[in-house]
């Protein structure tokens, strides 16, 4: 028996995307259960766009918060979705990615974490145990 790895998506990909929860650009996949953010562990798919706009590449993100640590917790290090999950079309190609939009669309309640926002805050000791 043996088993065939195909790679979907690029490294550039993935050097491009970051955790809209955490703010952290490291993920881990785990085969058979998925990819998810190293630092929080929130969950992200990925899926082809059917609209390209003539881009290489055309991608959905979906994020889910259902796995992620310390979450109810850790306010000050991690922002939750308003229902939980959000998405975010991205287009473009290696070393060319671009943000097309976000859903839920970003407002006053409800902003995605910027790439390294928490990247200066120690998270505290009591509350890395709780993972």
């Not at 785990?30 to 630092?39: A, L, M, Q, R, S």
């Not at 881009?55 to 959905?60: H, K």
């Not at 309640?109 to 790439?115: D, G, I, S, T």
Request: proline share 7%.
């Amino acid at each position: 028996m043996s088993l065939e790895v195909l790679n979907r998506h690029s490294e550039a990909l993935f050097e491009f995307l970051w955790c809209p929860v955490c703010g952290h650009e490291i993920f881990t996949h785990i085969p058979f259960e998925g990819v998810f953010c190293k630092n929080c562990n929130t969950e992200v798919v990925l899926r082809e766009s059917r609209e390209t706009r003539g881009y290489e590449e055309a991608i959905l993100a979906c994020f889910d918060t259902a796995p992620t640590w310390n979450l109810h917790v850790d306010e000050k290090l991690r922002r939750d979705f308003p229902d939980g999950s959000a998405r975010v079309k991205v287009f473009g190609a290696p070393d060319d990615y671009e943000v097309d939009w976000w859903s839920p669309e970003p407002d006053e309640y409800w902003q995605p974490v910027e790439r390294g926002e928490f990247d200066d805050i120690e998270e505290p000791d009591d509350v890395s145990h709780l993972a």
